[in-house]
């Protein structure tokens, strides 16, 4: 069975960073592109970016308000997705998903940018 | 940036009866490589979403065979043929056709009982 738990959200202020984990099992994460997503209080659902495996390059991709600020990670050694977020904004105020690519997704983990 | 327009955006239904949400699409979601990267997925109240159709027409493992999606080029249609009470919240439309700008939504339909 798939699982997807990620970590490490929390409340932190503006212009801070956050580093969310994610790990996985259940799956060949090594070959697997993995997506964050996520979605603000009330909101929608909202792509961040995704990573590539890296026989595909491991290349990352980003959603426009989170390009420059945010990088995609991944350690294939511990079945383990990181989304790294610098300069964090009130906006970003969200729960973030990790995901195999929308087909399969964590509990989340909420993210507040508050002062 | 391709648009994904969501109707109705709300959805009361008896249960037992039919439901339909149309997503339509400011441009073709046909992908140069003859795919259409369209998917439909289910939010039910504090919980993480769930995909049903992924490629606009396919079930996703363990997806009822009561939930179908069909369409082409622009428009798009999740049907549930019998309403179920599990079937309450959020439904979302997805593209992934075209990069940049990456996966994007609609706006989502939230159904409910009446």
């Known amino acids: 069975e798939v699982q997807l738990v990620e970590s490490g959200g929390g409340l932190v202020k503006p212009g801070g960073s956050l580093r969310l984990s994610c790990a996985a099992s259940g799956f060949d994460f090594k070959n697997a592109w993995m997506s964050w997503f996520r979605q603000a209080p009330g909101k929608g659902l909202e792509w961040v970016g995704r990573?590539?495996?890296?026989?595909?390059?491991?290349?990352?991709e980003y959603a426009a308000p989170v390009k420059g600020r945010f990088t995609i990670s991944r350690d294939d050694s511990k079945n383990t997705l990181f989304l790294q977020m610098d300069s964090l904004k009130s906006e970003d105020t969200a729960v973030y998903y990790c995901?195999?690519?929308?087909?399969?997704w964590g509990q989340g983990t909420m993210v507040t940018v508050s002062s | 940036d391709v648009v994904l327009t969501q109707s109705p955006l709300s959805l009361p239904v008896t249960l037992g009866q039919p439901a339909s949400i149309s997503c339509r699409s400011s441009q073709s979601l046909v992908h140069s490589d003859g795919n259409t990267y369209f998917y439909w997925f289910h939010q039910r109240p504090d919980q993480s979403p769930r995909r049903l159709i992924y490629?606009?027409?396919n079930r996703d493992s363990g997806v009822p065979d009561r939930f179908s999606g069909s369409g082409s080029g622009t428009d798009f249609t999740l049907k549930i043929s019998r309403v179920e009470a599990e079937d309450v919240g959020v439904y979302y439309c997805?593209?992934?056709?075209?990069?940049?700008?990456?996966?994007?939504f609609g706006q989502g339909t939230k159904l409910e009982i009446k």
């Open positions: 990573i590539k495996r890296k026989i595909d390059g491991g290349t990352t």
């Open positions: 490629w606009v027409s």
């Open positions: 997805m593209q992934g056709t075209y990069w940049p700008p990456g996966y994007t």
């Open positions: 995901t195999t690519e929308g087909g399969s």
